[in-house]
């Protein structure tokens, strides 16, 4: 039972700064180019978790879980931050979070197959009402009709990437811990952006205070703390069950952006919002785990 408090947790705490991450880099992306910007967030991330790995002393991972990290770091930290980024200069952050949340449905598939997860009615059935939800979300988010045909390409470009790297990620939690898969993961992702270390550099010297606050908050709390929690949780659970949970993030970016941003949302977007947690309530029923622990007995 403390266990599954503990991952529980974790997602919470994953899904809150996730959520934060979407407003904030939509703040300082008029200031930081795409890559420049995933570059900041990734080295502030890396130096943090590399030094709280140091403190305890964990060492190099088993040579088994590198594959799994390296590819996971490009394609999730490196490429997916990039591509997010890119997306969030083309549309609001709500409409960005709806496309990058179909992510999870990709990750409770390539789980089901690639992982051998099964794919249990409840966790299908979380799935699509939660989607539904953020479809809700989206529309109300997007309802000004300046969304942009490429943005929306890009978030979508960023969610498949997404939904790679979590699947890659969850086999090297299996011959390392949380701490070793995140820190050598984030240190993959930077030194992956390295190439727009000019770009960095010169926005470094224009960019407002604000901006560049928002560039380390992104690296230490969503990115280092956030991936960490991240994979806490999914070394205890399935990939395609702790995807799921993430479809809150849609509702949580738009009372962010209410807060933050002064962007009010509509009883619609409020209404998505209560249906994402809905389909994400499916997901983690108890019902749910006896019917993965049948599923996967029956192999």
């Not at 309802?143 to 490429?150: I, Q, V």
């Not at 949780?233 to 809150?248: D, E, N, Q, V, W």
Request: proline share 4%; with cysteine.
């Amino acid at each position: 039972m403390g266990r599954n408090r503990k991952a529980l947790a974790a997602v919470v705490v994953t899904v809150v700064l996730w959520a934060s991450a979407f407003v904030v880099i939509r703040h300082a992306t008029p200031h930081f180019a795409p890559g420049a910007l995933a570059l900041g967030r990734l080295l502030s991330g890396a130096i943090a978790l590399l030094l709280v790995l140091g403190l305890r002393r964990e060492g190099l991972p088993s040579r088994r879980a590198w594959p799994g990290i390296a590819l996971s770091g490009v394609l999730w930290f490196g490429f997916y931050m990039v591509a997010l980024n890119w997306g969030e200069r083309q549309v609001d952050a709500g409409t960005a979070a709806l496309v990058v949340n179909i992510g999870p449905l990709l990750i409770g598939l390539l789980g089901g197959w690639l992982l051998k997860e099964g794919f249990p009615p409840r966790l299908m059935v979380g799935m699509a009402v939660s989607f539904a939800g953020a479809v809700v979300v989206g529309i109300a988010s997007g309802g000004d009709g300046k969304t942009s045909l490429l943005g929306v390409g890009i978030c979508l470009v960023a969610a498949i990437s997404y939904a790679c790297g979590v699947v890659l990620q969850k086999p090297a939690l299996r011959h390392a811990s949380a701490l070793q898969v995140t820190t050598f993961g984030c240190t993959i992702g930077a030194i992956a952006c390295l190439p727009f270390s000019g770009q960095l550099v010169d926005d470094l010297q224009t960019a407002p205070l604000s901006a560049t606050l928002g560039m380390v908050y992104l690296g230490l709390f969503p990115t280092a703390l956030a991936f960490y929690t991240w994979a806490y949780a999914l070394s205890r659970t399935t990939a395609g069950k702790l995807g799921a949970s993430t479809y809150a993030v849609p509702a949580l970016v738009v009372l962010l952006s209410w807060i933050f941003l002064d962007e009010v949302p509509s009883a619609l977007a409020l209404l998505g919002g209560a249906i994402c947690l809905t389909g994400v309530a499916v997901s983690r029923s108890r019902k749910r785990e006896r019917e993965l622990a049948r599923s996967q007995g029956a192999r």
